[in-house]
């Protein structure tokens, strides 16, 4: 008898406790964001999509050597004026970047090359889409060409990715 009324008091305080930590947050102000009209504030060091800007980067391969995933390729060739690497293009398979963030860390460039964006609503149509290609514009489609040529992001078949990280952390100012 004794150790029923124990065992009732005891599931008796465990229920209490639980209803303290309802009644805590139900007079707590709602976390609820009316999405897409609210936007929840994003971290500091939020992993969204990469995003890469090929007027900084100084082709060192340094990303596609430390990339656990083999996400990065890329092609460059020696320019006998300046005597730099001319980067000829730059791509990414999203589909298989596990967000590590360790080709952000390991780029040498100051504002960073290659970083992670705040952006997360992004769609891809097909799965050969995830395959993101940085080159010249020329005659829009990828093909080798001077890095002082403005460069876009292109998707398999010459199209224009949807990826579009309109807020880039560490993106230069201009
Ligand atoms: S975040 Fe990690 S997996 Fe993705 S491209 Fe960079 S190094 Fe590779
Ligand atoms: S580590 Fe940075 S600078 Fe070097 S190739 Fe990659 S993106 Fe370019």
Request: net charge positive; proline share 8%.
């Amino acid at each position: 008898m004794f150790w029923d009324l124990r065992r009732i008091f005891r599931d008796l305080w465990a229920t209490f406790q639980g209803m303290l930590v309802t009644l805590k947050y139900y007079f707590s102000p709602a976390e609820t964001y009316q999405f897409p009209n609210e936007r929840k504030p994003i971290p500091e060091r939020f992993r969204g999509v990469l995003s890469f800007h090929p007027e900084i980067c100084i082709s060192c391969e340094m990303c596609v050597r430390v990339c656990p995933s083999d996400v990065i390729s890329m092609e460059w060739a020696r320019n006998e004026q300046t005597k730099k690497k001319d980067l000829l293009w730059y791509q990414i398979d999203f589909a298989k970047c596990n967000v590590c963030r360790l080709c952000e860390e390991v780029c040498p460039t100051k504002v960073k090359s290659i970083h992670h964006s705040n952006e997360f609503e992004i769609l891809f149509d097909d799965r050969k889409d995830f395959l993101v290609k940085w080159g010249p514009t020329t005659e829009d489609t990828v093909t080798p060409g001077p890095k002082a040529q403005p460069w876009v992001r292109f998707m398999p078949e010459g199209r224009k990715t949807t990826v579009s990280p309109s807020i880039e952390k560490g993106a230069p100012v201009s």
